[in-house]
């Protein structure tokens, strides 16, 4: 790999660019429906939403902070529980610019771990983030279901400074991934609900699982927190993990696009490729819908479409589940 993978990704880019574009490309591949579960979202409120508590101070494990609702709920001067586990923030991770550049750190964490909803930059390569940041602002990176409200992302990307995006990315690049996601391989699940754009426990009970891939937090109340600590499961259907294993392994489409060919031995990132390993599941399985669907269409992003083209949603969770249990670092 090293160099040589350099050559092989930039041909694939150029391969991929003469055979059409994605959407081009289309009618050669298999039908693909997005399955909608894979992207859930609450109904629009009815009623505007009650002001946050200012009252009641809330406590998390293992920190000795102490906020109110309001004051978690403040996208620009962000709530931090571990300032002990990450180095001083830069004014666009823990501020922002009002009204509608909040700071990164708001939605991604502090410590860029982030939540299933909006991913980890916890160790994205800095030029990769910035690129991302481009590709949400001028259209190119797009959710596969269009009523997703990803939108977050988009308006903060119309919103924020060229400037701040590169002190935010530099900031996340050199923070590691430590969350460790539980995968669950089960035939029936936990009845859920959808909060936001989440998953969470919902009634008692089970239902059949389905072929989903179903992400909850542990807790939800943790997770409203924005706790970095709290633990999230996914349930996957069982052998998901053993068929993803060997998907990955071997390429979708052949040895050139095994998983590792590019994102490195480990699954850990390689160069500008990012690392995958140790991911919220939920949120690598609607990034595989997204680039198969050509909703992430970005000219980087053609190294990801002949290794999506012909997965099935089963294929798509098999590795999702693998990917995410990985260990995140070395
Ligand atoms: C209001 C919430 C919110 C804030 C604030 C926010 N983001 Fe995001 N971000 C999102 C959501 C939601 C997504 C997922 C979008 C998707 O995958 O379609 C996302 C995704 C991303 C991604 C893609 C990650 C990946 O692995 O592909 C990057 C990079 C990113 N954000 C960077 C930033 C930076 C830099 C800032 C601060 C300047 C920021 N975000 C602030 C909500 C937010
Ligand atoms: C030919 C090279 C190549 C191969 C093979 C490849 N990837 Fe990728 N992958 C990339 C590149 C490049 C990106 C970044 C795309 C961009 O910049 O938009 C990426 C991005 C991704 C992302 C999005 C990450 C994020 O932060 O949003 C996921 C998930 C992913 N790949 C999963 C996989 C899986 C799973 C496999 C194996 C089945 C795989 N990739 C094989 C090159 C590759």
């Known amino acids: 790999m090293g160099r040589g993978r350099a050559g092989g990704l930039g041909a694939l880019l150029v391969g991929t660019i003469a055979a059409g574009s994605a959407l081009g490309a289309q009618s050669t591949r298999p039908p693909f429906a997005v399955p909608t579960w894979a992207f859930p979202t609450a109904p629009a409120a009815t009623a505007p939403a009650p002001k946050p508590d200012s009252v009641v101070l809330r406590r998390v494990p293992r920190s000795t902070r102490t906020y109110t609702m309001r004051q978690v709920s403040n996208g620009f001067d962000i709530p931090d529980w571990f300032p002990q586990s990450h180095p001083p923030m830069p004014a666009s991770v823990q501020y922002g610019v009002p009204p509608n550049a909040r700071g990164c750190g708001y939605c991604h964490l502090p410590d860029g771990q982030g939540r299933p909803e909006n991913g980890t930059l916890a160790g994205l390569p800095a030029e990769y983030t910035i690129r991302q940041v481009a590709a949400f602002r001028n259209g190119t990176r797009l959710a596969a279901n ?115 060919a590019c994102h490195g031995p480990d699954l850990l990132g390689k160069d500008q490729v990012p690392p995958i390993a140790g991911r919220a599941p939920s949120n690598i399985l609607r990034q595989l819908i997204n680039f198969r669907t050509g909703a992430r269409s970005d000219s980087a992003s053609a190294s990801m479409w002949p290794v999506v083209e012909r997965l099935t949603v089963r294929d798509m969770v098999a590795l999702a589940a693998y990917v995410g249990s990985r260990k995140p670092t070395r």
Request: neutral net charge; aromatic residues 6%.
């Open 146 to 260: 269009p009523a997703s409200p990803t939108n977050s992302m988009h308006t903060l990307a119309k919103a924020v400074a060229d400037s701040d995006v590169v002190t935010a990315a530099r900031y996340f690049e050199h923070l590691a991934l430590t969350r460790r996601n539980r995968v669950v391989e089960v035939a029936r699940v936990p009845k859920t609900r959808i909060e936001g754009m989440l998953f969470a426990y919902g009634d008692p009970g089970t239902e059949p699982l389905d072929g989903r891939l179903i992400e909850v937090p542990e807790t939800f109340e943790r997770h409203e927190l924005r706790d970095p600590g709290v633990p999230y499961i996914s349930y996957v259907p069982v052998g998901s993990i053993a068929r993803g294993r060997s998907l990955a392994t071997r390429g979708p489409a052949g040895a050139a696009t095994s998983c590792a």
